[in-house]
């Protein structure tokens, strides 16, 4: 038993091998697209738009792939890359979109790059999330050998990563667990929910997602978002890596 | 046979009420009665204590406009028949409370009280459940004339813990926010020393207003909705829904086994969570980092075969989408073969560490009388001798054409619920073979049109037990969308499993019960 445990091969996803992987969003083609609307109408949260050119909003995307199913033309896939964002807009793609890269303030790069401590609130997500950021420990993800690791308490974190719409009883938890964060400290909007509040935000119960109450500083997409997306997006914002 | 059964006790029922039986009749599953308002209690006492029923689900409907009242509704289900019964009854501003008789009545009733505003009368413990202080002043958002978008006015409130008062008793509370990475909830502990000498769990922090959500939802994005009110196990709220709202719509053969196949790929990846979630909790991290790379190994899968780690996005209206490829079918086998035999390494190795055993054996027991008071269900249940299973039960999709076992043990520890899940992978694995070699070829989608005018159920097995939708439709729209998740079944059992026990077990004891927050609040 010893031996099988010793000699077992290496599992962790080498850097390269994760900015390998891909993980895609849903995109037109613009040479096959004729801007019909049926992915439009098919999108359970209103995430495309056909108004002057076909974009998707990653803020409200499900990754539910109903777009895919009704265009009979076949100019949607998932061809578009799912990365996160400093600023909102930056996540409504097109086929034309120039990706602008994820940098924060020199100032909070420099006392934070090195090594990042992060607390996870839920703030009203499914827990599909949750299951992501759990992977992020497993063997092959294995984000602390980055130097990111999730603590225990608001009191030792430099980062609030946050999930769900804000619901309405989550509200003032996560406003006093904010407050319990030492600056410089950075908000992080995880999934569909803290991003817009999709799909169940704007309710007489919850809110239209994170950046209503706090400061957000990244906005990583995906429902939930892929453990890869939130690796990059950290070593992206820390100034580690450049993702183009 | 069971229909006559079914029948038999309708017309008993109706020999003792007379006239105030208002109708009964035949239903998609089973029987449907109305009683007179006076003998609704009643008549739910009458077929849980004479004839072994007991209540998969209670709700109400807010039928003012229609027919000028409230009412509610009881789905009950009986030992030994496969039918259901709904017992339906009108209700203005109060009702009898069952809780006195029928423990698992609890939380329902305090759920139609939170969102209805109707008081249940004799009801040992009416605070508020899902809505917390500063909260709403009378206005109750179930109620039709609240929008799902309307802004409540607050009304300052306190709730009050139960709290053991003595000589070295404290309090010790914990959360919304915890130390993991885990869902918010409360838990306010009363000990002595190290001992639990009371827990109240308090819940309701991500409610997000899913029933009125869902009311009036066209149902494409009701489906999408539905896969997110528990993440976990979202292809069982998805079958779910698809089951109430196809009712009785004939799925093609190819789409209820590749359903089944979802089902079962859900439970694996989330039974494999779970019990390296024990090994990571009783701090035995290298059988905790295998299942975790077995887990990552099944979302890995999940990805491969449908382009969703968590499979959402593959069950549709009437169907799936084109799944399972020549290829993907030799992934599956592949990829199950694999995590079974590993899973079986890893679960040697904890099983033969004497330090772990000593913390799962005798810990956090629920005793069988207490599971079936509170009537828990899933494998919770199952470890403590509820021998509840819905695919065996009241089958649905190919469960009926498949084999499997649905392992039982009466311990209720920690190490029992354990070899629930640790068997359940085993049969979910070999009903996932079964169900790829008889999969039939042919397509998989249909297109049901709406369901008729009426209430519809849809029950499934998901990974963390019986979960329930039942709809009420309208002019082929949802106009009442009631979602009953396992663990609003299970949540209050935890309460009970945790007396006598040290709080540095409850960490552990909750891994066990595996509960879902999001799903319980709504």
Same mark, same amino acid.
């Not at chain 1, 400093?86 to 034309?96: C, H, K, M, N, T």
């Not at chain 1, 703030?123 to 827990?127: D, I, K, L, Q, V």
């Not at chain 2, 309701?204 to 997000?208: N, Q, S």
């Given at each position: 038993m010893m031996q099988s445990m010793l000699f077992k091969k290496r599992r962790t996803l080498s850097l390269r091998e994760l900015l390998d992987q891909r993980v895609g969003c849903p995109l037109a083609d613009p040479l096959i697209? %004729?801007?019909? =609307?049926k992915c439009s109408e098919a999108c359970p949260t209103q995430a495309i738009s056909v108004s002057d050119r076909w974009s998707v909003d990653l803020g409200k995307c499900l990754w539910c792939g109903d777009c895919l199913e009704t265009c009979e033309k076949g100019a949607l896939s998932m061809a578009g890359g799912c990365e996160a964002a =400093? !600023? !909102?807009? %930056? $996540?409504? $793609?097109? &086929?034309?979109t120039e990706r602008s890269a994820l940098r924060l303030k020199d100032e909070t790069r420099k006392v934070l790059g090195r090594s990042l401590a992060i607390r996870e609130v839920d &703030? =009203?997500?499914?827990?599909g999330c949750e299951v992501e950021v759990n992977s992020l420990s497993n063997p092959m993800y294995d984000l602390e050998r980055f130097g990111i690791r999730m603590v225990a308490s608001p009191r030792h974190a430099d980062m609030l990563l946050v999930t769900g719409p804000v619901t309405r009883n989550m509200l003032p938890a996560l406003m006093k667990t904010y407050a319990a964060t030492p600056e410089p400290k950075l908000i992080a909007a995880l999934g569909t929910c803290a991003i817009s509040g999709c799909p169940f935000g704007n309710s007489y119960a919850s809110g239209k997602g994170v950046s209503d109450v706090l400061p957000v500083d990244i906005f990583i997409p995906g429902c939930p978002p892929h453990p890869r997306t939130i690796i990059m997006a950290l070593l992206e914002a820390l100034g580690r890596l450049q993702v183009t | 046979m069971s229909e006559d059964g079914l029948e038999g006790i309708v017309k008993e029922l109706r020999r003792e009420i007379g006239e105030d039986l208002r109708h009964s009749g035949p239903w998609d599953r089973g029987m449907q009665c109305e009683v007179e308002r006076s003998h609704l209690a009643g008549a739910v006492g009458t077929l849980i204590a004479k004839h072994g029923a007991s209540m998969v689900s209670m709700h109400a409907t807010d039928d003012r406009q229609s027919r000028g009242s409230f009412a509610l509704h009881y789905l009950l289900s009986f030992p030994s028949k496969r039918e259901l019964l709904m017992l339906s009854g009108e209700t203005d501003g109060s009702f009898t409370s069952l809780t006195p008789q029928i423990y698992h009545a609890n939380w329902y009733e305090r759920e139609v009280m939170d969102m209805f505003g109707l008081v249940a009368t004799g009801h040992p413990d009416p605070r508020p459940l899902v809505l917390h202080d500063g909260w709403y002043k009378g206005s109750h958002p179930l109620r039709k004339h609240i929008g799902c978008d309307d802004g409540l006015a607050p009304e300052r409130r306190r709730y009050e813990f139960n709290v053991l008062k003595g000589d070295g008793v404290f309090e010790v509370p914990v959360g919304p926010v915890h130390a993991g990475v885990i869902e918010p909830g409360h838990f306010r502990f009363s000990a002595a020393g190290e001992s639990i000498l009371n827990l109240e769990v308090r819940l309701?922090?991500?409610?997000?207003g899913v029933e009125k959500c869902l009311e009036g939802a066209p149902p494409g994005r009701a489906l999408r909705m539905t896969e997110r009110i528990s993440g976990d196990n979202g292809v069982a709220h998805s079958l779910a829904f698809c089951q109430a709202y196809e009712a009785g719509h004939d799925v093609p053969p190819r789409a209820q086994y590749a359903r089944c196949i979802l089902a079962e790929l859900e439970r694996v990846y989330n039974h494999l969570g779970d019990i390296a979630g024990l090994a990571l909790d009783t701090a035995f991290a290298v059988p905790a980092a295998d299942i975790y790379a077995l887990r990552e190994v099944m979302l890995g899968l999940n990805a491969r075969i449908t382009g969703h780690r968590m499979l959402w996005g593959a069950v549709t209206l009437g169907g799936t989408r084109d799944l399972l490829s020549e290829a993907d079918v030799d992934d599956v086998q592949g990829t199950l073969m694999k995590v079974g035999n590993e899973l079986r390494t890893s679960v040697e190795r904890m099983r033969s560490s004497p330090s772990f055993m000593d913390r799962v054996d005798t810990t956090g027991i629920v005793e069988e009388k207490v599971a079936r008071d509170l009537r828990v269900v899933g494998p919770i249940g199952r470890a403590s001798g509820q021998d509840l299973d819905v695919r065996r039960d009241h089958p649905y999709e190919a469960y009926s054409k498949l084999n499997f076992r649905v392992p039982l043990f009466r311990e209720g520890d920690v190490s029992a619920r354990m070899n629930v899940r640790v068997q359940e992978v085993d049969e979910s694995i070999s009903l996932v073979m079964e169900a790829l070699d008889r999969m039939p070829s042919g397509g998989g989608s249909s297109r049901p049109g709406p369901p008729r005018d009426g209430v519809h159920v849809g029950l499934v097995e998901a990974p963390s037990g019986e979960l329930v939708h039942i709809i009420h439709t309208e002019g082929g729209k949802v106009v009442r969308h009631k979602v009953r998740d396992p663990s609003f079944c299970n949540w209050p059992a935890i309460q009970e499993a945790v007396l006598g026990d040290i709080v540095p077990d409850f960490p552990l004891i909750n891994k066990s019960f595996s509960l879902s927050y999001a799903g319980n609040d709504l």
């Open positions: 697209c %004729d801007m019909c =609307g =400093g !600023r !909102r807009q %930056d $996540l409504i $793609l097109s &086929a034309e &703030a =009203g997500s499914c827990n | 309701g922090y991500v409610h997000r």
